[in-house]
């Protein structure tokens, strides 16, 4: 069993940056494919980025390349999503997830276990 905790959200303006962290305890989380994603209010969850176990490999969504960076510390045991560039399009509550496959993933159902979600708000 994995518990995932993310923390650093919060209120920014457009253009600004914020970094994510997603923190598990009861597992190594290098043993798990990783993913963030994120929902904004009347729509669906939306894939953002994924990180392989071993750190090598990273996939993001088109709306966040080159904004975004995802990168794991193994030796914190967290996950982080570092944003710049922040638009209001990217407000919406982000969340971290695990995945015991082997392979990135951009779907929400392939993932095992979700933390509680961070709320991030870009104001114009």
């Known amino acids: 069993q994995v518990r995932l905790v993310e923390s650093g959200g919060g209120f920014v303006q457009a253009g600004g940056s914020l970094r994510l962290s997603c923190t598990a305890s009861?597992?190594?989380?290098?043993?798990?494919?990783m993913g963030w994603f994120r929902q904004a209010p009347g729509k669906e969850r939306e894939f953002v980025a994924t990180?392989?176990?071993?750190?090598?490999?990273?996939y993001y969504a088109d709306s966040v390349n080159g904004r975004f960076t995802i990168w794991r510390d193994n030796a914190k045991n967290t996950v982080y999503l570092e944003m710049n560039s922040l638009k209001p399009e990217d407000t919406a509550v982000y969340s971290c997830?695990?995945?015991?496959?082997?392979?990135?993933?951009?779907?929400?159902?392939?993932?095992?276990?979700w933390g509680q979600g961070t709320q991030v708000t870009v104001s114009s």
């Open positions: 990180l392989s176990r071993s750190g090598g490999s990273t």
């Open positions: 997830a695990a995945d015991a496959g082997l392979y990135v993933s951009t779907t929400p159902d392939r993932y095992d276990y």
């Open positions: 009861g597992r190594t989380l290098s043993s798990y494919t």
